[in-house]
T-cell receptor, first 114, second 111 residues
Framework: EAQVTQNPRYLITVTGKKLTVTCSQNMNHEYMSWYRQDPGLGLRQIYYSMNVEVTDKGDVPEGYKVSRKEKRNFPLILESPSPNQTSLYFC?????????????FGPGTRLTVT | RKEVEQDPGPFNVPEGATVAFNCTYSNSASQSFFWYRQDCRKEPKLLMSVYSSGNEDGRFTAQLNRASQYISLLIRDSKLSDSATYLCVVKEAGNNRKLIWGLGTSLAVNP
């Protein structure tokens, strides 16, 4: 089944404890992206990747890191999480960038930082 | 002015009703337009792309008005299962081709 998977789905952690949210797609998509969704602010892009080893900042990159060593995986790293990073996180992929391609989203990761 | 604006609703309609949502965008050079559907606490999913000539998919019709810079979504014969948040998405022109997401319009279809 074609899909985007994220793990974990739910996470409660404490300030400063490094964490990684994994994202994997099995559709051979070139483009991958991370969003956070907050009430009243909608979906905001954190980082995106056009292809392997190519990443760039989105609208709200502060406090986050990403890597794209393989086409299928695009992990999101929070080196020192803070309470303002409590949010619902979505990973998304699309076949390529530049066209009018559909974004395929993962099921989301609900993160709480205390 | 926000780049993409939607009436947040909620729109409460009875089953069988016709309901329409509008979305305005600020960048006249915007390239592509989409409607996504998001169920509560779940991931957004593409409902339909919006073409210049308008397009229809069953009970759903999307239209684009470039002169007035808005897109619309019409849902006919509403079903309970149509209850969701509908997100308007605009792709910018240029090298960035960034996606701009609206905050969504909430629809509740009642029995």
């Amino acid at each position: 089944e074609a899909q985007v998977t994220q793990n974990p789905r739910y996470l409660i952690t404490v300030t400063g404890k490094k964490l990684t949210v994994t994202c994997s797609q099995n559709m051979n998509h070139e483009y991958m992206s991370w969003y956070r969704q907050d009430p009243g602010l909608g979906l905001r892009q954190i980082y995106y990747s056009m292809n392997v080893e190519v990443t760039d900042k989105g609208d709200v990159p502060e406090g986050y890191k990403v890597s794209r060593k393989e086409k299928r995986n695009f992990p999101l790293i929070l080196e020192s999480p803070s309470p303002n990073q409590t949010s619902l996180y979505f990973c998304a992929s699309s076949p390529r960038w530049g066209g009018s391609d559909e974004q395929y989203f993962g099921p989301g990761t609900r993160l709480t930082v205390t | 002015r926000k780049e993409v604006e939607q009436d947040p609703g909620p729109f409460n309609v009875p089953e069988g009703a016709t309901v329409a949502f509008n979305c305005t965008y600020s960048n006249s050079a915007s390239q592509s337009f989409f409607w996504y559907r998001q169920d509560c606490r779940k991931e957004p999913k593409l409902l339909m792309s919006v073409y210049s000539s308008g397009n229809e998919d069953g009970r759903f019709t999307a239209q684009l008005n470039r002169a007035s810079q808005y897109i619309s979504l019409l849902i006919r014969d509403s079903k309970l299962s149509d209850s969701a948040t509908y997100l308007c998405v605009v792709k910018e022109a240029g090298n960035n081709r960034k996606l701009i997401w609206g905050l969504g319009t909430s629809l509740a279809v009642n029995p």
